[in-house]
């Protein structure tokens, strides 16, 4: 559905993406494959229309959380391998078969459910195991006195009936972090997955075709982790602190306009629980955004916004629909003009610092109510809103 509205939206730079795509495959090189991480609506972009741009420029896999983001990307045309990285009951095993996407398989139970499930329903589901070398989240457990329990059992996962082991996986918990802590941390987990690897195909007698453990954090920095294929994320959008090292481009800016200018006394207090009070006379422009289009209400009053004027401070407890900003020394900004919020102006890595979060939070934080306008060469495509009508 189009939105009619001009209030606030996200444009989405399909050519920034397709940069930051081709610039981290010249980074990880011609013979590693590629798997982009599309879950979570692709961070807030839209899941199909970057699957979609991913699948043309020649990705070799994407990856979902759910069932339920695998369906919409083959509904939206998007005909490549799909990893669902999170939980799937055991009763959708056929669903996933006749789509013909790949299953995470992280310990016993699952392994068992899905090739019962696959042996009754006649087919064969194709899997990727996970490792648990020092997330503590999902996984097989094999680290220190879980060794050998945890190779064993992945060759029992392996070796049941109407599953295929396509894959091998384990997830890095701090390979973003580049002080020497982590960096020991995460060379003791790739060092552990190596260990695990051997052991497993050595009993298997046979080798996983793909490896991999690569997120945005060890592309970035770990190019040692980069086995068979990689997986960014957040770098895909251009987010996160190593983005601009590598020279890529955020792929979202999120906009708004000025509804409203007031011109106030000072010693006037501003919005819900009059936090802010004007110290002189204060022009204030009102925006139709807020917490329930994603401007976090944690930000009132610790971050400023982007206008062709110049920076305008925001003022007072950010509300559900509307949040103010400081204008009063910005006498060119009108009503009617656009403001960035985020973007290649102003960086959403600042904001998530201001609210003492992770720019993962804020593009995933932007609600069905913005409208997403897909833009190629300058231009917009395609909008997209996800209110129904």
């Known amino acids: 559905m189009e939105s009619t509205l001009r209030r606030t939206w996200a444009e989405i730079d399909l050519d920034a993406l397709k940069h930051n795509y081709k610039t981290l495959r ?29 699948q043309t420029l020649g990705c070799d896999y994407l990856a979902v959380s759910s069932l339920d983001e695998a369906m919409e990307l ?27 996407i790949t299953q995470a398989v992280t310990c016993k139970a699952k392994a068992d459910e ?54 091998i996986f384990t997830h890095f918990a701090v390979s973003d972090e580049e002080d020497e802590e982590s960096i020991a941390y995460t060379k003791k987990q790739l060092a552990l997955f190596h260990r695990v ?55 979202m800016t999120l906009k708004t306009t000025i509804s409203t200018i007031k011109t106030y006394s000072a ?15 204060t022009r204030m422009g009102v925006l139709p955004y807020g917490y329930a289009d994603g401007f976090m209400r944690v930000l009132s009053d610790r971050c400023a916004l982007m206008t062709d004027g110049g920076a305008a401070p925001q003022r007072g407890r950010i509300c559900m629909d509307m949040s103010m900003i400081d204008l009063t020394d910005l006498p060119t900004v009108q009503v009617g003009d656009e403001v960035e919020v985020f973007g290649r102006r102003a960086s959403v890595n600042d904001l998530a610092a201001a609210a003492g ?32 009508m």
């Open 26 to 54: 010249a980074l990880t090189g011609e013979k590693v494959k590629f798997l982009g991480v599309v879950k979570a609506d692709a961070y807030g972009h839209g899941a199909v229309e970057v699957g979609s741009t991913l």
């Open 357 to 388: 979060t992770i720019p993962y939070e804020l593009v995933c934080s932007v609600s069905r109510r913005v409208p997403r306008m897909y833009m190629e060469n300058g231009a917009v495509i395609k909008r997209e809103l996800l209110l129904r």
């Open 267 to 281: 010693g006037t207090d501003i919005s819900y629980g009059r936090r802010y009070t004007t110290a002189r006379t």
């Open 197 to 251: 690897i051997e052991a497993v195909e050595g009993q298997l007698g046979r080798k996983f075709p793909l490896h991999h453990c690569a997120n945005s954090g060890a592309v970035a920095l770990h190019s040692d982790s980069y086995m068979d294929m990689v997986r960014p994320g957040i770098l895909l959008y251009g987010c996160g602190p190593q983005a601009a090292k590598l020279g890529l481009i955020p792929v």
């Open 114 to 167: 899905y090739s019962a499930e696959a042996l009754r329903c006649g087919g064969t589901l194709k899997i990727h195991i996970k490792v648990d070398t020092g997330m503590s989240r999902l996984g097989y457990l094999c680290d220190g006195g879980h060794f050998d329990t945890g190779v064993a059992g992945i060759c029992e996962a392996c070796n049941l009936p109407a599953l295929e082991a396509e894959g």
């Open 74 to 100: 083959r509904h939206g045309g998007i005909t490549m391998p799909i990893l669902i990285l999170g939980h799937t009951p055991a009763e959708q095993v056929g669903k996933i078969m006749e789509l013909g």
